[in-house]
């Protein structure tokens, strides 16, 4: 009986930053949410925060601002850090598999300037929701916990 060899599969690991960038409106408090994947044949709309990959020479505080003004078009203030994110996903390249454990630390940040209408290409859409709104249409359960930290910093800054 011939036995069928396991396929040994790499696995990376992968540093990314992003941001939560909230504005006030009276009382209320908006936070912003990229949308990607829908319409490009990968499923349904995926609402999530700007975030990205560490590039060489920039530390996590540095990424967050760079994928934050990239991907929503809008600049601000970085705050504080507010925690951080760890998963594995795989991907397919050449019939090779490769698996990532990434870390992804996020910042909240204080909206300065900017207009959701410039944000690049690789995100469909940018939108200002309210916080509590953000939280329900958040796509991943651990960027839903981030919203709620996000918002307990502000609530305890607005003392």
């Known amino acids: 009986m011939e036995t069928k060899k396991a396929k040994k599969i790499k696995t990376e690991r992968q540093l990314s930053s992003g941001g939560v960038v909230f504005r006030r409106r009276g009382k209320a408090v908006d936070v912003a949410l990229i949308s990607v994947k829908s319409g490009w044949g990968r499923g349904p709309r995926v609402w999530c925060l700007p975030k990205g990959l560490v590039e060489k020479?920039?530390?996590?505080?540095?990424?967050a601002h760079r994928e934050v003004k990239e991907e929503t078009g809008l600049d601000g203030k970085i705050i504080k850090k507010i925690n951080n994110i760890h998963y594995f996903y795989s991907e397919k390249h050449d019939k090779k598999t490769t698996r990532y454990f990434k870390i992804v630390y996020f910042f909240l940040m204080e909206y300065t300037t900017g207009d959701t209408a410039f944000h690049d290409e690789e995100v469909e859409d940018c939108r200002w929701f309210p916080l509590d709104e953000a939280i329900k249409v958040a796509s991943y359960e651990d960027e839903k916990e981030i919203l709620?930290?996000?918002g307990e910093i502000i609530r305890e800054r607005s003392k």
């Open 57 to 63: 020479g920039e530390n996590i505080a540095a990424t």
């Open 148 to 150: 709620k930290k996000a």
